[in-house]
Nanobody
């Protein structure tokens, strides 16, 4: 069974940091572009970041540039999202997704597998 599982979410104060993990089971992440997305209540799903199959290319949404860093460890079959300088507007459910597209894109239509999400809440 192909599965993506996110972890690392939680409650953090503004200015704090979290590291999200996206672990794959049932398939090898090496062949996939991986994206992180988020969805806040009442809002559309938003692309946060994505990384190419071997990590050579990354993209970030404008709202997270300079604060978030995506990375991958193919040996561990895991992708990470390091989130620093968190703001209340970063509060959302964060999802990782895997796509076979070679384009490093945050177009949700290019992703084939999705995790169940992990809640991130930034609040004092």
């Amino acid at each position: 069974q192909l599965q993506l599982v996110e972890s690392g979410g939680g409650l953090v104060q503004p200015g704090g940091s979290l590291r999200l993990s996206c672990a794959a089971s049932g398939f090898t992440l090496n062949y996939y572009t991986i994206g992180w997305f988020r969805q806040a209540p009442g809002k559309e799903r938003e692309g946060v970041s994505c990384i190419s199959r071997f990590g050579g290319r990354t993209n970030y949404g404008d709202s997270v540039k300079g604060r978030f860093t995506i990375s991958r460890d193919n040996a561990k079959n895991t992708v990470y999202l390091q989130m620093n300088s968190l703001k209340p507007e970063d509060t959302a459910v964060y999802y990782c997704a895997a796509g076979l597209s070679l384009i490093t894109t945050m177009d949700t239509a290019r992703y084939d597998y999705w995790g169940q999400g992990t809640q991130v809440t930034v609040s004092s």
